[in-house]
């Protein structure tokens, strides 16, 4: 039976916008807020933990590593990605932010570097399963051309949750500890509402099409959890998630030692005092939505997508190149955050959730984008573990030269094998890339992307 409130996949694809449509957009981007605020949370308290709790270089590290912003998030994807095309897109929001929500709990009360640790491992989980599904419902709800418009709120919305969250740690920086817990209070509460609100998003239209008919053809959905991941590895597959881990993944080492590093790094090594420090991520940060709402939104369903994520990395890696040429200084720091911060609104984030879901088709779409989510949060994960150590034994400069040349990686990969969908339905997409033959109608299933996926 149709669910009255979500329109078929023809027809969300042909007429406008509905306000609906951005409203659901918005509940499900909220992942991104409270991914994006937890990890700066994190990165304003770093600082005042290491003090309060004597954290060492090591310690520091695994936190970094194991903290909603590495590993734990990327084994929350997996899960997650697995069970959105399993059970559904929104069968994760029936729990996924109550750990969330339990996970903070440990952050606001913790007294020892255990708690911490316990408290972000939770997080990282939750806001981990939580993306795929958020970014796979919103691929799946949006027209084919305003997906990457659409697609742009969640990333304002990422944006949004390090600005407020920074914002309030200014304010609240001369209660010290007790600031820091209040920050997390802030994301508790957020979370509990985006959970209640949550409940008015229906299912995907389109997963419930391509489940139905994999039952049809199959005669069971359950019998096909190995289908799909032969599919998912098949030539087609393997090639659309070494570009996606390549692009997003490389980009994102850099990324994750910003947003989680960059006041630690600042104050320790900058002589910025705290409050410098992280007003400076935050003028990054709002630049990055700047960049996103009169560059990313407007311009990439109608420009070529390669020439727009080229302008990015190239800012960015003028950003990250004065580092390694000049000291780490307020004035080398503020030309830093305007290019970073206004390149990062069109670059590889953006299009890394544009493309991963557009890439693979719904029966696999979860999934892939899991999996890749988890490469990446977990290859940042072991990263994180020695930018502190690497800092430490070779200098602020050494790291930065690290970081421009991995920028340099990840902008060849995205330019050169970025893929040509702008305007394109899924149903298209699917059919360009090979997962279908021209004259099919309806869903495809498991098997039958296997089989296009060796061809």
Not at 154 to 183: E, F, I, K
Request: aromatic content about 12%.
């Amino acid at each position: 039976m149709t669910d009255p409130h979500v329109a078929a996949p023809e027809e969300a694809d042909d007429r406008a916008t509905r306000r609906r449509h951005w409203k659901w957009t918005a509940v499900a981007g909220m992942a991104s807020y409270i991914d994006a605020g937890s990890i700066v949370a994190g990165s304003v308290g770093l600082a005042l933990w290491s003090k309060k709790f004597g954290l060492t270089d090591s310690t520091v590290g695994l936190l970094g590593a194991f903290s909603s912003n590495a590993i734990s998030a990327g084994v929350g994807a997996l899960i997650g990605g697995w069970i959105c095309d399993r059970f559904g897109r929104k069968k994760i929001y029936t729990w996924d932010l109550l750990l969330y929500a339990f996970g903070i709990l440990w952050l606001i009360c913790s007294v020892n570097s255990w708690m911490l640790f316990v408290g972000y491992i939770l997080c990282g989980l939750a806001v981990g399963a939580d993306v795929p599904a958020s970014w796979t419902l919103i691929t799946e709800l949006a027209p084919a051309k305003n997906r990457g418009r659409m697609g742009g709120l969640a990333q304002v919305l990422w944006n949004l949750g390090p600005v407020v969250t920074l914002l309030l740690s200014l304010a609240l920086a001369p209660l010290g500890m007790l600031g820091v817990r209040l920050v997390f209070v802030h994301l508790l509460v957020v979370a509990l509402v985006t959970w209640i609100l949550r409940k008015g998003v229906s299912e995907s239209s389109r997963w419930k099409e391509a489940t139905a008919t994999e039952a049809r053809r199959t005669g069971q959905v359950a019998g096909t959890t190995a289908a799909r991941i032969a599919a998912l590895f098949t030539r087609r597959g393997a090639t659309a998630l070494l570009f996606c881990i390549g692009m997003y993944g490389v980009w994102n080492l850099f990324a994750g030692t910003n947003g989680f590093y960059f006041p630690y790094l600042l104050s320790t090594f900058g002589a910025q005092s705290q409050a410098a420090s992280v007003g400076l991520q935050c003028v990054s940060f709002l630049l990055t939505v700047v960049g996103t709402l009169i560059v990313y939104m407007p311009l990439n369903d109608r420009v070529n997508r390669r020439v727009l994520l080229g302008i990015s990395v190239v800012l960015q890696f003028l950003g990250m190149g004065l580092f390694v040429v000049l000291p780490l200084n307020l004035p080398v720091a503020l030309a830093y955050v305007i290019l970073i911060g206004f390149g990062s609104g069109f670059g590889q984030q953006h299009f890394f959730q544009l493309w991963s879901g557009e890439l693979f088709p719904t029966i696999l779409r979860s999934t892939a984008q899991g999996f890749t989510f988890a490469v990446v949060r977990i290859g940042l994960g072991i990263w994180s573990f020695f930018v502190p150590l690497i800092t430490h034994h070779a200098g602020f400069r050494y790291l930065a030269l690290i970081l421009v040349l991995l920028q340099a990686v990840s902008g060849v990969i995205g330019v050169v094998f970025g893929p040509r969908t702008a305007g394109k339905t899924l149903e298209e997409i699917e059919v360009s890339r090979g997962w279908r033959s021209a004259g099919q109608s309806g869903p495809v299933t498991a098997e039958q992307v296997a089989e296009g996926g060796r061809a």
